[in-house]
Protein backbone atom coordinates (compact mmCIF):
# COMPACT_ATOMS: atom_id res chain seq x y z
CA UNK A 1 0.00 0.00 0.00
CA UNK A 2 1.09 3.41 -0.51
CA UNK A 3 1.15 6.47 1.84
CA UNK A 4 -2.66 6.71 1.40
CA UNK A 5 -3.81 3.53 2.14
CA UNK A 6 -4.02 2.48 -1.47
CA UNK A 7 -2.62 -0.64 -3.04
CA UNK A 8 -0.14 -0.14 -5.62
CA UNK A 9 -0.23 -2.55 -8.67
CA UNK A 10 2.53 -2.11 -11.61
CA UNK A 11 3.69 -4.93 -14.57
CA UNK A 12 6.08 -7.67 -13.85
CA UNK A 13 9.78 -7.67 -15.29
CA UNK A 14 10.17 -9.42 -17.97
CA UNK A 15 12.40 -11.67 -15.74
CA UNK A 16 9.52 -11.65 -13.29
CA UNK A 17 7.00 -12.69 -15.81
CA UNK A 18 9.39 -15.53 -17.37
CA UNK A 19 10.21 -17.41 -13.74
CA UNK A 20 6.15 -17.12 -13.17
CA UNK A 21 5.14 -18.17 -16.75
CA UNK A 22 8.19 -21.30 -16.14
CA UNK A 23 6.53 -22.36 -12.80
CA UNK A 24 9.64 -21.38 -10.95
CA UNK A 25 11.86 -22.61 -13.78
CA UNK A 26 10.20 -25.92 -14.53
CA UNK A 27 11.44 -26.93 -18.27
CA UNK A 28 8.31 -26.58 -20.09
CA UNK A 29 7.11 -25.80 -23.69
CA UNK A 30 4.46 -23.19 -22.57
CA UNK A 31 3.33 -21.92 -19.38
CA UNK A 32 1.93 -24.52 -17.10
CA UNK A 33 2.73 -27.54 -19.62
CA UNK A 34 3.28 -28.89 -22.57
CA UNK A 35 -0.49 -29.07 -24.03
CA UNK A 36 -1.03 -25.68 -25.31
CA UNK A 37 -5.03 -26.11 -25.66
CA UNK A 38 -5.35 -26.93 -21.90
CA UNK A 39 -3.60 -24.21 -21.33
CA UNK A 40 -4.31 -21.34 -23.42
CA UNK A 41 -6.43 -19.54 -26.10
CA UNK A 42 -4.28 -19.51 -29.08
CA UNK A 43 -5.36 -19.10 -33.17
CA UNK A 44 -6.47 -22.37 -33.33
CA UNK A 45 -9.00 -22.44 -30.59
CA UNK A 46 -9.81 -19.00 -29.56
CA UNK A 47 -12.37 -17.91 -32.58
CA UNK A 48 -10.25 -14.99 -33.20
CA UNK A 49 -12.04 -12.92 -30.13
CA UNK A 50 -10.39 -12.78 -26.50
CA UNK A 51 -11.73 -14.82 -23.64
CA UNK A 52 -12.36 -14.34 -19.81
CA UNK A 53 -9.56 -15.43 -17.69
CA UNK A 54 -9.05 -18.25 -15.67
CA UNK A 55 -11.41 -20.66 -18.18
CA UNK A 56 -7.58 -23.10 -19.07
CA UNK A 57 -5.77 -24.57 -16.33
CA UNK A 58 -3.50 -23.15 -14.07
CA UNK A 59 0.18 -23.56 -14.09
CA UNK A 60 1.74 -25.10 -11.10
CA UNK A 61 2.14 -21.81 -9.09
CA UNK A 62 -1.39 -21.52 -10.12
CA UNK A 63 -1.43 -18.43 -12.42
CA UNK A 64 -4.06 -18.85 -15.35
CA UNK A 65 -3.46 -16.96 -19.00
CA UNK A 66 0.38 -17.10 -18.94
CA UNK A 67 0.18 -18.38 -22.32
CA UNK A 68 -2.02 -17.33 -25.48
CA UNK A 69 -5.24 -15.08 -25.57
CA UNK A 70 -3.25 -11.72 -25.76
CA UNK A 71 -0.04 -10.08 -25.47
CA UNK A 72 1.71 -10.18 -22.05
CA UNK A 73 2.79 -6.86 -21.35
CA UNK A 74 5.63 -6.32 -18.84
CA UNK A 75 7.86 -3.33 -17.24
CA UNK A 76 10.83 -3.49 -18.96
CA UNK A 77 12.41 -3.99 -22.10
CA UNK A 78 13.75 -7.43 -23.32
Not at 9 to 35: D, H, I, Q, V
Not at 36 to 64: F, R, Y
Request: glycine fraction near 10%; proline fraction near 3%.
Amino acid sequence: MNENGHERYRLPTEAEWEYACRSGGKPEKFCGGNNLDSLAWHSENADKQTHSVGEKAANSLGIHDMSGNVYEWVADWH
